[in-house]
């Protein structure tokens, strides 16, 4: 490969686009050269030397693997930001991941952090309401919020729909969300659950003098997505929801642009990427893209519940898409966010009102506490479960044990022993 790219003795500049891999060679290859191969193959280089390469060129747009540790197979590639379009995040991806994941010499390759330059950040617009215009919206200044999945995912006709969707909302959910597998199917009409969920979303707001939201799956083909999203916005609609890695990056890109109301980001798909430890893209790359691009609320797990992702990394995570500024670590890369508003985290996968306290002292209050099945799973049904989750996040507000907390509320106690602590 004519272009040497390794420099452990190059500081970075403010503006490169820097990214973190862990590298595992395949046999018979050391990470010093497959280092080189990925940096190349991400940019200008290419399998031998071609004559076609202008040195002035080659100087100005040459990344620079600038930290490698041979223990942890990890390394620290810069890129000049002249190599990226701005503003166009599926052209960003296919500059860096490419053809990387693809190439012989490499048997795991997992894309860990990325750090994003100021420059490239403003060419994106972030989220339109982030945690603080959320609040606001929702007219919840302090606690957590609460929402809830319909259940079961599919095979709800529409005004079972709606109905399920109102005994949470008055039972004390804050939001009500579609499942990622329900669009428009034959047995439940994308355009006629809307209209009748949003009705019983206003008419769960009269009776209970709070402001609720339906998070209604919009995801399609990127011009029938546009027509979804304005026939909620036309028909009173006050929240989306979003595939956003099945939908593709660039067509959130054009719902970001396309709509004034809030989108929230569910994650389906995201352990096609992220389950190996060794091989594929971070969640927290694909948190930094979607606040980036502007989302705002994502799905980033939970550290209690069903779904997989270990403590440390899911709370960097949500740092990462909650906080202004992250830290250099060994394991992560800084990151200052610049005119990026923070967005709001969603845990989920599992929860029951017998973890909420957990949850909350490990997460903190900025944070959308959702359960499905720990809602509709109650044995007195939707609304306690509701009541029940309601009840744990006010225990924890008031800095009571759930124990205590459920002498004076049936619905939590009853959730306690169905489920325990």
């Given at each position: 490969m004519q272009n040497k790219f390794l420099n452990l003795k190059y500081k970075p500049k403010k503006t490169d686009v820097i990214c973190q891999y862990k590298i595992t060679p395949s046999k018979g290859y050391t990470l010093k050269k497959v280092s080189e191969e990925?940096?190349?193959?991400?940019?200008?280089?290419?399998?031998?030397?071609?004559?076609?390469?202008?040195?002035?060129?080659?100087?100005?747009?040459?990344?620079?693997?600038?930290?490698?540790?041979?223990?942890?197979?990890?390394?620290?590639?810069?890129?000049?930001?002249?190599?990226?379009?701005?503003?166009?995040?599926?052209?960003?991806l296919s500059s860096i991941g490419g053809n990387i994941y693809g190439m012989k010499s490499v048997k795991g390759l997992m894309w860990e952090d990325l750090r994003i330059p100021e420059k490239m950040l403003k060419s994106f617009k972030g989220p339109r309401y982030g945690i603080y215009g959320l609040r606001k919206l929702m007219k919840i200044p302090k606690r957590p919020l609460v929402g809830t999945i319909i259940k079961p995912k599919v095979g709800l006709d529409e005004k079972n729909h709606a109905r399920v969707a109102y005994e949470a909302w008055i039972g004390g959910c804050d939001i009500v969300k579609d499942d990622e597998n329900l669009t428009n199917q034959n047995f439940n009409n994308f355009k006629k659950r809307f209209l009748l969920t949003i009705k019983a979303c206003k008419d769960a707001e009269k009776k209970t003098g709070e402001k609720k939201a339906y998070l209604i799956n919009c995801t399609a083909e990127s011009e029938e997505m546009k027509r979804r999203i304005k026939f909620v916005e036309e028909n009173g609609?006050?929240?989306?929801?979003?595939?956003?890695?099945?939908?593709?990056?660039?067509?959130?890109?054009?719902?970001?642009?396309?709509?004034?109301?809030?989108?929230?980001?569910?994650?389906?798909?995201?352990?096609?990427?992220?389950?190996?430890?060794?091989?594929?893209?971070?969640?927290?790359v694909i948190a930094q893209l979607a606040r980036m691009v502007g989302v705002d609320?994502?799905?980033?797990?939970?550290?209690?519940?069903?779904?997989?992702?270990?403590?440390?990394?899911?709370?960097?995570?949500?740092?990462?898409?909650?906080?202004?500024?992250?830290?250099?670590?060994?394991?992560?890369?800084?990151?200052?966010?610049?005119?990026?508003?923070?967005?709001?985290?969603?845990?989920?996968?599992g929860v029951y009102p017998g973890i909420v306290p957990k949850i909350l002292k490990a997460m903190g209050n900025n944070i959308v506490v959702q359960a499905g099945g720990g809602v509709h799973g109650h044995p007195d049904g939707t609304i306690a479960g509701a009541k029940a989750m309601r009840q744990a996040i006010d225990a924890f507000m008031k800095k009571q044990s759930l124990k205590k907390y459920s002498e004076n509320h049936e619905e939590l106690k009853r959730a306690l022993e169905n489920w325990g602590e």
């Amino acid at each position: 490969m004519q272009n040497k790219f390794l420099n452990l003795k190059y500081k970075p500049k403010k503006t490169d686009v820097i990214c973190q891999y862990k590298i595992t060679p395949s046999k018979g290859y050391t990470l010093k050269k497959v280092s080189e191969e990925v940096a190349g193959e991400s940019s200008i280089g290419t399998w031998t030397n071609i004559g076609t390469m202008n040195k002035k060129v080659a100087e100005k747009l040459s990344p620079k693997i600038y930290y490698m540790n041979e223990k942890e197979k990890r390394v620290r590639i810069a890129y000049p930001i002249e190599l990226f379009e701005l503003g166009n995040v599926p052209e960003i991806l296919s500059s860096i991941g490419g053809n990387i994941y693809g190439m012989k010499s490499v048997k795991g390759l997992m894309w860990e952090d990325l750090r994003i330059p100021e420059k490239m950040l403003k060419s994106f617009k972030g989220p339109r309401y982030g945690i603080y215009g959320l609040r606001k919206l929702m007219k919840i200044p302090k606690r957590p919020l609460v929402g809830t999945i319909i259940k079961p995912k599919v095979g709800l006709d529409e005004k079972n729909h709606a109905r399920v969707a109102y005994e949470a909302w008055i039972g004390g959910c804050d939001i009500v969300k579609d499942d990622e597998n329900l669009t428009n199917q034959n047995f439940n009409n994308f355009k006629k659950r809307f209209l009748l969920t949003i009705k019983a979303c206003k008419d769960a707001e009269k009776k209970t003098g709070e402001k609720k939201a339906y998070l209604i799956n919009c995801t399609a083909e990127s011009e029938e997505m546009k027509r979804r999203i304005k026939f909620v916005e036309e028909n009173g609609g006050n929240y989306i929801m979003l595939d956003i890695l099945t939908l593709g990056w660039g067509a959130l890109q054009t719902a970001r642009n396309f709509t004034k109301l809030p989108i929230h980001a569910h994650r389906a798909g995201h352990a096609i990427y992220d389950r190996n430890p060794d091989h594929g893209m971070s969640m927290e790359v694909i948190a930094q893209l979607a606040r980036m691009v502007g989302v705002d609320t994502l799905h980033i797990g939970t550290v209690y519940g069903k779904m997989t992702g270990n403590k440390e990394e899911i709370l960097h995570i949500q740092e990462e898409i909650e906080m202004q500024f992250t830290p250099q670590t060994k394991m992560n890369l800084e990151q200052k966010w610049y005119n990026i508003e923070p967005i709001l985290g969603v845990a989920s996968g599992g929860v029951y009102p017998g973890i909420v306290p957990k949850i909350l002292k490990a997460m903190g209050n900025n944070i959308v506490v959702q359960a499905g099945g720990g809602v509709h799973g109650h044995p007195d049904g939707t609304i306690a479960g509701a009541k029940a989750m309601r009840q744990a996040i006010d225990a924890f507000m008031k800095k009571q044990s759930l124990k205590k907390y459920s002498e004076n509320h049936e619905e939590l106690k009853r959730a306690l022993e169905n489920w325990g602590e």
